[in-house]
């Protein structure tokens, strides 16, 4: 079990929850609650209801009036169960892929989307995350086929809701429908904990997680686009490997719809955008955009909670790897854990798009997104979170910074393209030796 306090009912200081006969559920505090939904979703009173807070993340809410003491949500919570796996033949690979149709369109190569085709092409379903480009928040979907498999590809960073799909799965698993459920491990442990029986045909898999960030904050990085290119944003993404091939998919990019209807795709440096850079390229070491529980994150752990792990190989070291395929593409890598015999059993099924090398533990584990550490939490980032507009946000961003986000991507441009002539060369050379 997990160490954390028992699940108390408090009284909510903020506005939003001020209502009569309701309050908020977690554990005594916001550290101790990643809004997997579980609670909500198990409830057969309908009594408790995930609801943003003034900082865009979800919480469950509890209605009293409709509450019957069964004590079931304290039963589902992950925080109250441990639902991890036990390392048994944990094994770590990196690879790469020679199949476009896959990497191009993906964050990394492609693994997900594999595993996700396999399973639609055996009568199964996918649940994954959907970026609803009418208001911009992420929230899990059901997916039944390869066209909708295509919704849920790429990273979405901002919290997704889970919304109803934790019964929605065990409606399918009852069914004897195979169930491939990708999520961020505090995900994984929600609908594991859920379920509350290990079912053979349920596959997961947890994605390499450095947090989630504000909902509230993707809108902001919307309206910071549409701003500036003084258009429609469709298609966004956080990361592309179009443009900048040699960039590992740092990336943002989006198609910009004018008012006369001409589209241009954007490609930009993820330093240069507001969001990412309180995410992951600060410089400084700090988050300043995440969940509270995000930065005591007690999912991330050796065990781990998906049949699957699946990430980028950060801190992994290339003078390790042997296999050509893997060393020429530099921006085309993955780093994959099996984790259980289910998780073996369904990798085989894509072994053959995969060119991969098995490396040892301690290499595999280094980056910050699959350990258990605990992070400062900045002052600044309840001054970003309660931002009242776009323009209060990207001012506040770029004064702390002491930058210009513009001047960022121009910077990087220029750096970008230093690098892919050093590239070239050295590919030329190459091939005069032989």
Known sequence: MLQVPTLTYSQSN?????????CYVFHNEKPSCSGC???????????????TDEEGFLYPILNKDKCVGCGMCEKVCPYSIETANQRQGQKQYVATTDSKSYYKESATIGICTMLADY????????FGAYLDETDYVAYHVLVRDR?????IRNSKYLQSDTRNTFTEARSCLEKGVPVLYIGTPCEI?????????KYTNLYTIDLMCHGTFSPKLMRFEVEYWQSLFNGKIKNFRFRSKRKYKLSNGGMVNFDVVTANGKKKHIERFAGSSPTYK????????????????????????????????IGDPWG????????????????????????????????????HLLSSQEIPKEEAFKQGALLPISLDVPPLRQRILKCATM??????????FGCNLEKEHVAFDKRYKRQYIKHLVKKYLHLNKR
Do not use: W
């Open 189 to 197: 442990a929600g609908l594991k904990s859920f379920l509350r029986k």
């Open 316 to 351: 992994v070291r290339m003078d390790i790897i042997t296999e050509p395929s893997i060393k020429k593409t530099p921006a085309i890598r993955s780093l994959y854990m099996v984790n259980t015999v289910q998780g073996n059993n369904l990798l085989k099924e894509i072994t």
């Open 119 to 126: 399973i639609i092409s055996i009568n199964g379903v996918v």
């Open 14 to 22: 903020s506005k939003t929850f001020e209502m009569k006969g309701k």
């Open 147 to 151: 066209y909708g498999v295509r919704d």
């Open 391 to 400: 323009k209060e946000y990207v001012s506040l961003i770029e004064q702390h």
């Open 278 to 309: 309180c995410y992951t390229y600060s410089g400084d070491g700090h988050s300043y955009n995440l969940r509270p529980s995000c930065y005591s994150c007690v999912f991330k752990d050796k065990n781990r909670y998906g049949d699957i792990t």
């Open 37 to 51: 939904g579980a609670c909500a979703q198990i409830c057969k009173q309908k009594a408790i209801a995930m609801e």
